[in-house]
């Protein structure tokens, strides 16, 4: 006789917990997330996901695991592998990677020494918290000097960076980051680092959705090596990659990976990623990129006609970075003002913030999620008004929730319902 454990629903196991899955099925259907870093992957994504390789338990490389049994999910791996490289053109590309804290964690470790110096962008200007800051890892096995940005254009200086990399010294030069909305100058940052003797790191994980479809240069023939995220751009599931040219590091960054870093290779991780690089490379998917940086324009337009400064001027990314000091209100009350209204952003630090990470004077609006549901042009014009709305209402002072979001809330959510998604909280 078969046991029930492998026949009970959610529902009767765990009623609080589906409870709880359900309620935020509710929130996701209901609601606009302008998180930057979230996205809504496909239902293939979720299966795979929710698949039998959960259940296997796997160490090391195909064709090198400790453990026995492992034909398929070697298979799995090298399909992953294969489509990574022929997505991005590239040698090489570990696709284990458990997050983007791990992948850049596992980069830096495997490629210097405790001490040595890093040079990357300053947190409030763009940079991301793995590249350096106080408060990793990173930032405290290393040495770190930090580039910002133009006070005026707020976009990257390059003579600023070179005159750092030159006093600095570095082993290490980081470009990307996770709140810079321009593109980057791939050539001056790899000429910058020949000058010095430094290896270059690319992070793109905000825009490899762009670089997979051709809409955005890849750093791939200047870096020496470029990490992503699978879950913003790419639309992938939670998790990261790690891809090179460079044959000579490419067993440095592997064992940093497994066992450096992190150990147990989550196969149905692994087989979601392989689906979303096959996804990547359909056309379906290159309309959906071109539009993300499409709605993200409008959605900073829309914004500047309404009176908000968009941080450089604009973007060529898929998200908006709105500078609120004028405004007089801070991040933090920005965007607890606008989830009362049902749109879900992060509060963020501008170039040149007075204020500390825990207030910030700037919101971070992200359009990949809210693009992949299909909204277009004439509704991120929309959106764009009903943040304006918002914001002017946050000015006078009020407390969240007031009339302003009452209305704003019941736009969204018609929004929302025009533009669907799964059928059902569990995906299956």
Known sequence: MGSTHFGNDVSEVDGELHRILSQEYDNQRRRLSLIASENLVSQAVRQALSGVFTNTQLEGYPGERYLRGSDLADTIEQIAIERARGLFGCAHANVQPHSGSQMNHAVIVGLLKPGDRI?????????????????NLTGRLFSIARYGVDPETGTLDYEEIRRAALEHRPQLIIAGGSSY???????????IADEVGSLFLVDMSHFSGLVATGLHPSPLGFADVVTSTT??????PRGAIILTNRDDLTRRIDSAVTPGVQDGVQTHHIAAKAICFKEAAGEEFKDYAAQGVKNAQVLGRTLTDRGYRIVSGGSDLPFALVDLREAGITGADAAAHLEEAGIICNMNQVPFDPRGPKKTSGVRLGVNAATSRGLRD????????????ILDAARTGAPPGGEAATSV????ERICTSFPFYDHPLGI
């Open 409 to 412: 809330r019941k736009r969204i």
């Open 119 to 135: 040079l990357s962008m300053d947190t409030a200007a763009g940079g991301h918290l793995t590249h350096g800051a106080p408060s």
């Open 181 to 191: 909305p321009r593109r980057i100058d791939f050539s001056r940052f790899r000429a």
């Open 378 to 389: 004439a509704e991120f014009r929309e959106v764009g008004d009903l943040i304006a709305d």
């Open 231 to 236: 879950y913003k751009s790419l639309r992938g």
